[in-house]
Structure formats: C-alpha cells, structure tokens
C-alpha cells in the first residue's frame, strides 16, 4: 500500500493554494477609453471633446503714460511671468507714471491759488486803508493813496462849489443828466458781462468739440505722433487752433470737425513730400544726356588731332624743319 497515499497526506495535498494567477483590470471599457494617452491630449479621446493647448505668454513690457512709449522697471520686467501678473503691473505703472503730470498740475494751481490769495489780500488792506483815511478825514492820505493830483481836487472843489450855487431847476437837472449817464454805465458794464459770457461759452463749446474731434480713431494717432515730435503735449491742439483762427481772418468759421480734418490733411501731404524729396534728390544728381558723344573738333591746318609717329630719319628731318618754319 505504499504506492498509495494516506489520508493525512492527500488531505494536506488537496489542502495546498492554487498557483496565484494576474487580475485582469476590472475598470468598465468607457472609463479606460476616456483617459488620453499621449496620442490623444490634444486630440480627444474617443468620442470626446478636444483638449485646447492653453496659449503661449509673449512678454510685452511697453506701456503708455503721458502721450510717450515707455518700458517696465527691470524688476516688473522679472516680476511679468504671465499675461494677468504683466496687465497688473502696466497698470500700475500708468497711475505712476501719470501722478507725477498730476502732481505737477496740482503744484502749479497751488502756486497761482497762493499769487491769488495773497493779491487778494493786498487789496483788501489797501481798501480798509483807504477807508480808514476817509473816516479820520485824513485827505491827504486819502488822495494820495489814490493817486488823485492835487489840481484835479481842486478842479472837483471848484466846480461843486459853481454846483451848489445852481437854482434848483439847473440842479434838478444836472441830477437827472448825472443819474441817466450811471444808467448807461450800468446798462454797458451789463452789455459786455453778457458778451464776455456769450463768448466764453462757445469758447467752451468749441474746445469741447475740439477735445471729442482729436480723441476720435484716426486722429489720436496723428495727433500723438504730431505731439510727440514736437515734444509739446498740446501742440496737434494748437496747431488745429491757428488753423482755425487763420480761416477766421478771411471771414470764414469752420468747425472743429473742419479744422482737424485740414489739420491732418496738411501734415499728411508734408509726410508725404518729405518721403518724396530724397527719391527727387537723387534724381537731380543723376546727369543724362540725350546727345551722342562725338570727338572734338580740332581746327588747325587740316592735321589730325592725332599725333603722326615719327618712323624713320626722314621723318624726323621733316619734323625739325616744321617746327623751325614756326619760328
């Protein structure tokens, strides 16, 4: 019986583990499917949609500030590493860079505020000086500080005095004159306030068409250009104004509209001409003659303008006895 086994030794036969076998992957197909390889990351998986490459960062560290083309610091420059981190910092380099045209207006109206102040208060004490001599009756003081000669005084005394002797109809009437001659005073002053206002309002009116004519496509970049040039931030402004005010001086009044339209129709034809003038230059230096050239013409004794060689000794004896025949 030895060829057969126990029954400790085929229980522990039957009892040993099946050999382990892979694990097939359990993930569904669709999952799988779904996941790009490097064949599809930017073509999509099957069934999907594209994967978009994100956009490439091209640095661009130039800003505007003040009419002028301007860089970043070279720190912003290191510090720009993407397009939202660029746009913060150019930014904050245009509010910089633009403070300092606004510190510059804001000192400037600061110094005419303060020449105002203390103007103003100058006359004040003037007024209260003047006032305090009329009180005291301190004449003296008073028409010197008004700067009244002494004779027109005395011109005024006089004819108050000839006033007072009047009979009352004459001094009812010299009244009456007195009074219609302030009235059209007034009514004058009043006339030119309102004219002043009148022509300070389409002044405003103008200037404000003006500003919205030059901010439009098209004429801003003429105008930057221009201003930039003549390193002059007002000076495409101006030069719209002296267009304006010479048609103004042959009776005609254009309109903003007008004005910067000749304005930049001027500049572009002297682009224009200057681009030209070289190419015109050169033109100039170039010399074409239209006639054929031809040899001299040699007036003598019918000799030709070529020197005859001498060959032989005879030659030379005719030679020598030419010459002597000259002379």
């Known amino acids: 019986m030895e060829e057969f086994l126990s029954i400790g030794d085929a229980h522990s036969f039957m009892s040993q583990p099946a050999a382990t076998e892979p694990v097939a992957d359990t993930a569904p197909a669709a999952e799988v499917a779904a996941k790009p390889t490097l064949a599809t990351d930017y073509k999509g998986a099957a069934g999907g949609p594209a994967l978009v490459p994100p956009p490439m960062y091209t640095p661009n560290h130039k800003f505007k500030a003040q009419g002028k083309d301007l860089e970043f610091d070279d720190w912003a420059k290191a510090a720009s590493k993407d397009a939202a981190t ?30 105002t102040q203390e103007k103003l208060a100058s006359t004040d004490r003037a007024i209260d000086t003047i006032a305090e001599y009329a009180k005291v009756k301190d004449w003296d003081s008073f028409y010197e500080s008004l700067n009244i000669p002494k004779n027109d005084v005395l011109k005024y005394a006089l004819e108050l005095v000839k006033r007072e002797q009047l009979p009352p109809e004459q001094r009812e009437q010299w009244e009456a004159s007195r009074q219609s001659q302030q009235e059209l005073k007034n009514l004058q002053a009043q006339n030119a306030q309102m004219y002043a206002e009148k022509e300070q309002h389409q002044v405003d009116q103008r200037s404000g068409e003006l500003e919205a004519e030059i901010s439009k496509t098209g ?4 105008a930057e250009a221009y201003n930039n040039g003549m390193q002059d931030r007002n000076a495409f402004r101006n030069f719209v104004i002296r267009i304006g005010q010479a048609y103004a001086t042959q009776g005609q009044d254009i309109s903003a509209e007008q004005a910067v339209s000749e304005a930049t ?3 572009r034809a002297a682009q224009s001409q200057t681009r030209q003038e070289p190419t015109a230059q050169q033109g100039k230096n170039v010399v074409t ?34 010459l002597s025949s000259y002379t």
């Open 289 to 322: 003659s239209s006639k054929k050239p031809v040899l001299p013409n040699i007036q003598g004794r019918g000799t030709s303008a070529v020197k005859s060689s001498v060959r032989s000794l005879d030659d030379l004896r005719a030679k020598a006895k030419e």
């Open 219 to 222: 004429n801003s970049d003429i």
């Open 265 to 267: 129709r001027q500049l």
């Open 86 to 115: 660029e746009k913060k910092i150019r930014d904050m380099h245009e509010k910089a860079y633009g403070l300092d045209s606004v510190k510059q207006s804001r000192q400037a109206l600061q110094s005419e505020l303060s020449a």
